[in-house]
């Protein structure tokens, strides 16, 4: 089954540095590789996703997130944090066939520092 | 994308109770899903909520504590059943319309 790894529980990064949030992942197949943000009383946000195509992603709020097929990889990025980018970070993957439900990571809080 | 209306948004309840969780999606969708989020850790899905068919459900959760309705394509509802305080949560629904999921802004439920 498909699994995810966010090794870290706390990402701390002063305001303006650039911010990186890691996630490595284990499916058969292919895999499609998503990222969420969670704030505070919400639900999860969709930032962006892979699918195929392109290694680096492109997604909402100034945020990217690369794959790496050989390291099993999908880090989020962002060049400049913003205090308000202090939120929970979820990680999540399913596979191209078979048993393609999504499998979350435990999460990363992010916290901006000013 | 899909905009999902997830109601209440938090309760607190006694032991022994139920409460109903609702979800609207504003689209048609063929399945709905139902995860737990405890405090402090991961998503875990609960079942799938197909129209017109029983809900499946994952392993460890069943039927009589998590009753699931699904009336129309738009619609279900999430039964949390004779509760104690390990079943306070968050509690979410989610639609996938494409490869992503969308979800609803969550019920946190406390038991007391």
């Keep these: ?114 | 994308s899909a905009v999902i209306s997830q109601k209440p948004s938090r309760d607190i309840c006694q032991r022994g109770t139920s409460l109903t969780i609702q979800c609207q999606v504003d689209s048609q969708v063929t399945m709905m899903f139902w995860y737990r989020q405890q405090p402090g850790q991961s998503l875990t899905l609960i079942a799938t909520a197909n129209q017109g068919s029983e809900a499946t459900y994952e392993s460890g959760f069943v039927i009589d504590k998590f009753p699931i309705s699904r009336p129309n394509l738009t619609f279900s509802t999430l039964t949390v059943s004779n509760m104690s305080p390990e079943d306070s949560s968050i509690y979410l629904c989610s639609v996938e319309p494409q490869a992503e999921a969308f979800f609803g802004q969550g019920t946190r439920l406390t038991v007391v």
């Design chain 1, 1 to 114: 089954a498909q699994s995810v790894a966010q090794p870290e529980d706390q990402v701390n990064v002063a305001e303006g540095n650039p911010l990186t949030v890691k996630c490595t992942y284990s499916v058969s197949g292919n895999p499609y590789l998503f990222w969420y943000v969670q704030y505070p009383n919400r639900g999860l946000q969709f930032l962006l996703k892979y699918i195929t195509g392109d290694n680096l992603v492109k997604g909402s709020y100034g945020f990217e997130a690369e794959f790496n097929k050989s390291q099993t990889s999908f880090h989020l990025k962002k060049p400049s944090a913003l205090v308000s980018d202090s939120a929970l970070y979820f990680c999540a993957v399913r596979a191209e066939y078979g048993n393609n439900r999504l499998a979350f990571g435990k999460g990363n809080q992010v916290v901006v520092i000013p």
